[in-house]
């Protein structure tokens, strides 16, 4: 029986509609032996700090406020209720947080809306511990929700699911899913800990062919340690002792192998790109990626299904035709270079689709007098006395 199978997983329990968020992450007991539930699952590093990575991502980029009527769309400043939608001060970027750490551990997010306008539409919704949920299927198959054992109204509930299930109600956990992969970096980290812990296992050894007794013994190991701590003259032992220095077995080079690797994939478990953003890659192409490309493979398969479940649930929770979406464009900040050719771009000279004030905004500069009007693009007649086009407006010389 080896350190990481010591028997095989227990088979999966078969649930009800109407079962808690508690067993719907259970504690499972890992090929590994090792039990794991959201508590040891998050003294992963690996996973623990992928996790927190993905929701501080997601509550770092701007959200924009759109009204879309027909074809025309018309950006909005933020309502108190986007600015901070738990009303407690601590702002959006907090409250999206603490959504992706729930859903990131649990693979759900419960929100209690506590208070409304006199329209209906929520003006303050909470994030409560999804532990504390449970729901249950009337006869009709209405659901009816509990939080801490207190009945709430359907209507009155925000639910974020990840990975849904065809039948239930909550969505399925990645630590449920990935037990036996979390459970053997468990397993190896808890042995490597007691073998350099508790393992007494010294770094070298003073060895002598002479007969030594306890006090002359320690004598040696004295006057060695002295050296070593005063001064870096050469130390003379006597008594035919000679010094060798204690190598990791090939076993214990395996396990640190094996600590690396199973790192990797409890960090693949949250999603692409974040072993490469953690410095976890393990010999794959991914390794030879620069920070461009991997920020692209991030927001593409990790980070933008997250994006489009929030956006479509901020948005059930406001008024039509309001929606809201995320400015993937602020993740992707690119040298200084390839953010102007791609100024250059939007502002034309062909078919202009941006604002030089637009740019600007991006580069967290002042607006200019002039920036709101549409770029010139095509060509046009140039001014001999400044080189530039004559219908283009003057530089603003740094006084806007």
Same mark, same amino acid.
């Given at each position: 029986m080896s350190l990481?199978?010591?028997?095989?997983?227990?088979?999966?329990?078969s649930r009800g509609l109407g079962d808690s968020i508690f067993q719907l992450v259970p504690s499972r007991i890992s090929a590994a032996g090792t039990a794991v539930d959201p508590s040891s699952a998050s003294t992963v590093v690996a996973f623990s700090t992928g996790v927190n990575l993905l929701a501080s991502l997601v509550a770092s980029i701007p959200l924009d406020l759109y009204s879309s009527?027909?074809?025309?769309?018309?950006?909005?400043?933020l309502t108190p209720f986007l600015t901070d939608p738990s009303g407690a001060g601590y702002g959006l970027g907090d409250w999206l947080h603490q959504m992706m750490d729930e859903a990131g551990y649990r693979g759900n997010a419960v929100g209690h809306v506590v208070a409304r306008d006199s329209l209906g539409y929520a003006t303050q919704v909470v994030w409560v511990p999804v532990q504390t949920v449970m729901t249950r299927r009337d006869n009709a198959g209405a659901v009816a929700w509990t939080i801490g054992g207190n009945p709430v109204p359907a209507q009155? #509930?925000?639910?974020?699911?990840?990975?849904?299930?065809p039948g239930a109600v909550f969505g399925r956990s990645p630590i449920e899913q990935h037990a036996n992969t979390l459970g053997i970096h468990l397993a190896a980290s808890m042995y490597?800990?007691?073998?350099?812990?508790?393992?007494?296992? /010294?770094? =070298?050894?003073?060895?002598?062919?002479?007969a030594v007794n306890q006090d002359q013994a320690k004598? #040696?190991?004295? *006057?060695?340690?002295? =050296?070593? *701590?005063?001064? *870096?003259? /050469? %130390? %003379?032992?006597?008594?035919?002792v000679t010094f060798e220095r204690v190598q990791d077995s090939p076993a214990d080079a395996m396990l640190l192998e094996q600590l690396k690797y199973s790192a990797a994939d409890a960090a693949r478990i949250v999603g692409v790109g974040i072993p490469e953003l953690l410095g976890l890659s393990m010999g794959d192409s991914g390794t030879y990626k620069n920070r461009e490309q991997v920020a692209n493979d991030l927001l593409a398969y990790t980070l933008d299904?997250?994006? %489009?479940?929030?956006?479509?649930? #901020?948005?059930? !929770?406001?008024?039509?035709?309001?929606?809201v979406k995320f400015?993937?464009?602020? !993740?992707?900040?690119?040298?200084?270079?390839?953010?102007?050719?791609?100024y250059r771009m939007a502002l034309g000279p062909t078919a202009a689709f941006s604002t030089v004030n637009e740019v600007r905004a991006l580069e967290d500069m002042p607006p200019v007098e002039w920036g709101d009007s549409e770029p010139v693009t095509g060509a046009q007649p140039v001014d001999p006395a400044s080189g530039a086009a004559a219908d283009e407006p003057k530089a603003d010389n740094g006084k806007q």
């Open positions: 990481f199978f010591r028997g095989s997983p227990p088979a999966a329990e009527r027909g074809g025309d769309r018309k950006q909005l400043p009155d #509930i925000v639910h974020l699911r990840r990975f849904p299930k490597a800990s007691n073998y350099y812990g508790d393992g007494a296992h /010294p770094t =070298a050894i003073l060895k002598t062919d002479q004598a #040696i190991k004295e *006057r060695f340690m002295d =050296a070593l *701590r005063n001064t *870096r003259a /050469p %130390v %003379v032992l006597g008594a035919g299904p997250w994006l %489009v479940k929030i956006e479509n649930l #901020i948005s059930s !929770l406001l008024p039509r035709p309001h929606s400015n993937r464009g602020a !993740l992707l900040r690119t040298d200084l270079v390839q953010r102007y050719t791609a």
